[in-house]
């Protein structure tokens, strides 16, 4: 929902209806993960996608019917379906979508999920999208400890609140099929967690590009370095924050301070060992999602020499990314950028970087509905 939050609101704040179709679950290879959303404005506009561009054009007409009726619907798309090929679902997934009309009264709780977005805090709206009519199309805004609106129970409330928090604490979206009171429900819980981090270490020219590619991955990127005259927020418009620190008492004090997780990737760029070491040496001791290091073979071997006599163990070792990204054969910054970022993903998805043309089996994994 984050990507379409703006356009949405604009519309719910102006009083006008709008349709809106949430990926609930996917199979296979399904190009859209849960959470993803279009929307159909009154103007007939079409805002974000659930498929990638495969059912769109019926997903859209889904919508202003919806719109029109008021009744949400719960729907699936497979290869195996005459309406899914005919709509061009022909990558072999398959994707249930919960369409329903916002308005002020089906959604009065989407101003404060959007004050929570954008104060940086996390937040999940939890819609029973399956179960008794008296539940159905309710919906439930978990923020901080809070809980907003009701499917119609406080005990259905108390199990569905439990459960989809479970989900935001991981930063997934997806549905949950709790059991209170006997009742069977499916509940679409639409995760929009902090966004994750990027620390880049080291104020030179390749972390300019690095900060912008994560920026467009969606992390929230930092810049840090302990030379003020390097550190400056005009050499990184890409960042959120610069910072002008030595790195390892920065990353000490952001895990302290729990600002780090293991959604968080780490890129040391600075070729120094005097910065290198001690910020790698604290960040291998943390659970973070992806820590890499820049630097030639020779500097890297050089630099885990180093971290085993500062105490590294070979296991937190095998975990470094050293020379950091994968091969592409890239020689500018941008290219070296975009080595990195696939590293990451690769890392963060369980890829292997190899050619998609030289595989077989299913392009976007095997996740399945859950």
Known sequence: MREVLPD??????????VGMATVARTWHSAPRRPGATLLVGPDGSAVGSVSGGCVEAAVYELCREVVADATPRLV?????????????LTCGGTVELYVERVDRESFPQ???????????????????????????????VLAGDGRHGSLGAPAVDATVAAEARSLLR?????????????EELSVLVAAAPVPARMLVFG???FAAAVAHVGRFLGYRVTVCDARPVFATPRRFPGAHEVVVDWPHRYLAAE??????????????LTHDARFDVPVLRHALDLPLAY???????????DRRRRLREAGVTEAA?????????????GQTPEETAVSIAAEIVAVRRGGGGAPLSALSGSIHGTAAGN
Do not use: Y
């Open 170 to 182: 991981a930063g997934r979206s997806g549905v949950i099929r709790p059991r209170p009171a006997g």
């Open 8 to 17: 949405l609101l604009s519309w719910w704040r102006a009083g006008v209806p």
């Open 110 to 140: 989407l101003d404060l999920v959007a004050a929570e977005v954008a104060a940086g805090r996390p937040v999940a709206v939890a819609t029973c999208v399956d179960g008794p009519p008296g539940r159905r199309g309710r919906r439930i």
């Open 291 to 301: 820590v890499g290091a820049m630097g030639s073979r020779r500097t890297a071997e």
């Open 203 to 205: 104020a030179v020219d």
């Open 76 to 88: 699936r798309f497979g290869v195996s379906d005459d309406e899914a090929l005919a709509a061009g």
């Open 255 to 268: 895990a302290a301070a729990g600002r780090v997780d293991e959604r968080t990737v780490v890129c040391v």
């Open 317 to 329: 070792l095998a975990r470094l990314h050293a020379p950091i990204g994968l091969d592409l054969g």
